[in-house]
């Protein structure tokens, strides 16, 4: 057994680059420091937890330190309750990147890809979960971005809100890059189990028979700081997995906002009485897959969000169904030492695969 | 500190190894404008999961991303969600291809290729129109209709070559130990 974790940048991996909590009092910014090389690293990946101490509160990213209005733009999709709408602006009004939006006290979970190399503008995508409180999901939404910028290479970042002192203590700000070194011949191999600051596997169940339910277990929720849960799965039966941290089942402690697509029929709903977050569903021809995956905040001290996104029911070229989701346990304390994924019947082949960030 | 390895495979040239429960890349590819085609051999029974993403320069025209290079005309179908300048709409049909916006659009996928599944992708998108204006936000469930191994995975302009600068970047879910 191989034991250990390498540390030092790797390349072909993503990599965490910035871990920052805001504590002791709120703040008006955050400053990343010389940390990125765009028009090498290419890729960035920021998973945001926001919590702010005013309504509308934006979090922004600017490349840097650019914080000029007339650069940015937006567009992106929102759900509220049974509300989808347009939420986009052209330049003069996002003074960033727009990852996420949260209100006093409440928080707000995302992430965001950006693709930073020069010669072009500059754009994110990602999704975010806001107002999130008790069971309650207030909004979702699915947002680009882009900075006119052209030509600038990206070497730091601010994170700003819109006004004083508006990011909250308790926000979270993880970047992750794409590591791409130069020079040299690589040549060799090396095993290791883990890497500091990625995106590491640590469970894989591919079912050589159909079962009811899959257990990732020997999590420590306060160390990996996120989990992201993938799946691709079939059914025998009608059903919808039940994912639960610590396989808890507690009625009215599970929330959502959900967006979902039927063919031509666009849906939003929000319920906070569910005992699991359900991700997915399948329909009654055991032929069928469905792909899921769910990013969840594990720390304790607040209650835990999620973002999880599913394509359902698809047979030969027919995608019956895309969904996404925010998410929420409604749980402040326990760490998360498993995560239970229930159903039915999982058919043999179903593949569920687990990863810690460890930052 | 720099680790002296590198887990890069370029279409199929292995540079190193890197055994490690994560994604690695395995495609990362930036357009000088002769190329009309680019693919990444891969095993996708082997690997289960990838991650692909594009970013598109060419102004008028997607990019098909095509497993085992099946440019058939209905093996791909798609589930959208689209904001195209305001107007929100859903939408299900059938492509050559999993679809890749254009116009300096940045697109991300989830694919999964498990063993005798069909394979999927789930997408996210942006596209640029001019200014300070994004005029497409898109999200997007895909299948390839396909239970067969994939040994590769292709990109392929609607039509013509790449734009210089077109980059894209495959992560593939590497062994266990």
Not at chain 1, 112 to 122: D, E, H, N, S
């Amino acid at each position: 057994m191989i034991t250990g974790m390498l540390s030092g940048l790797v390349n072909g991996v993503q990599q965490v680059v910035f871990d920052y909590e805001v504590t002791g009092s709120a703040v008006s910014s955050i400053s990343t420091g010389d940390i990125f090389n765009g028009d090498v690293d290419g890729l960035y990946t920021i998973i945001t937890l926001q919590v702010a101490t005013a309504s509308s509160s934006i979090l922004h990213f600017c490349p840097n330190g650019d914080t000029n209005a007339n650069n940015y733009g937006a567009r992106g999709i929102y759900a509220g309750d049974t509300t989808v709408a347009d939420s986009s602006y052209n330049g003069g009004t996002l003074a960033g990147l727009r990852l996420s939006y949260a209100d006093a006290n409440k928080v707000s979970f995302g992430v965001t890809t950006l693709y930073a190399k020069a010669g072009v503008v500059r754009i994110s995508n990602g999704y975010f979960a806001r107002g999130i409180s008790g069971t309650t999901v207030s909004y979702l939404w699915v947002t680009g971005s882009m900075w006119s910028n052209t030509t600038d290479n990206i070497i730091n970042g601010t994170f700003t809100s819109s006004g004083t002192n508006l990011i909250n203590v308790g926000t979270r700000i993880i970047i992750l890059k794409s590591n791409h070194f130069t020079g040299g011949i690589p040549t060799g191999i090396i095993t290791t189990p883990k890497i500091a600051g990625t995106w590491t596997r640590v469970g894989s169940t591919i079912l050589e028979s159909a079962a009811s339910s899959v257990t990732f277990s020997g999590l420590d929720g306060n160390t990996a700081v996120c989990y992201y849960l993938s799946m691709s799965f079939k059914s025998s039966t009608t059903a919808a997995p039940a994912v639960r941290p610590n396989n808890s089942s507690t009625a009215n402690t599970y929330g959502h906002q959900t967006l979902f697509a039927q063919n031509t029929a666009l849906t939003a709903l929000r319920g906070g009485t569910r005992n699991s977050f359900l991700i997915g569903w399948n329909g009654t021809y055991s032929g069928y897959v469905t792909q899921a995956d769910l990013l969840i905040f594990s720390k304790t001290g607040f209650i835990r969000p999620s973002i999880y996104r599913f394509v359902e029911n698809i047979s030969g070229t027919s995608v019956e169904g895309i969904s996404l989701c925010g998410g929420v346990w409604n749980n402040t304390s326990d760490n998360i030492t498993s995560i239970v994924c229930s159903m039915a019947n999982f058919a043999a082949g179903s593949q569920l695969d687990l990863y810690a960030l460890y930052t | 500190m720099q680790a002296k390895l590198n887990p890069q495979y370029v279409s199929g040239t292995a540079q190193g190894k890197l055994n490690f429960p994560g994604f690695q890349e395995i495609l990362n590819f930036t357009s000088v404008g002769s190329e009309s085609s680019i693919s990444v051999t891969v095993d996708g029974d082997v690997d289960k999961e990838y991650k692909v993403i594009v970013r598109n320069l060419i102004t008028d025209q997607h990019i098909y991303m095509r497993m085992n290079a099946d440019a058939g005309a209905t093996s791909y179908g798609y589930q959208r969600i689209y904001n195209d300048g305001g107007n929100i709409s859903a939408a299900r049909g059938t492509l050559s291809g999993f679809y890749v916006n254009p116009i300096k659009g940045l697109n991300e996928y989830s694919i999964f290729t498990p063993t005798g599944f069909l394979k999927t992708g789930f997408m996210t998108a942006a596209r640029y129109d001019s200014g300070t204006a994004l005029n497409v936000s898109y999200i997007a469930g895909s299948v390839y209709n396909s239970t067969s191994n994939i040994t590769s995975l292709g990109f392929y302009p609607a039509s013509g070559n790449f734009v210089t600068g077109t980059s894209i970047i495959v992560y593939a879910r590497r062994s266990n130990l």
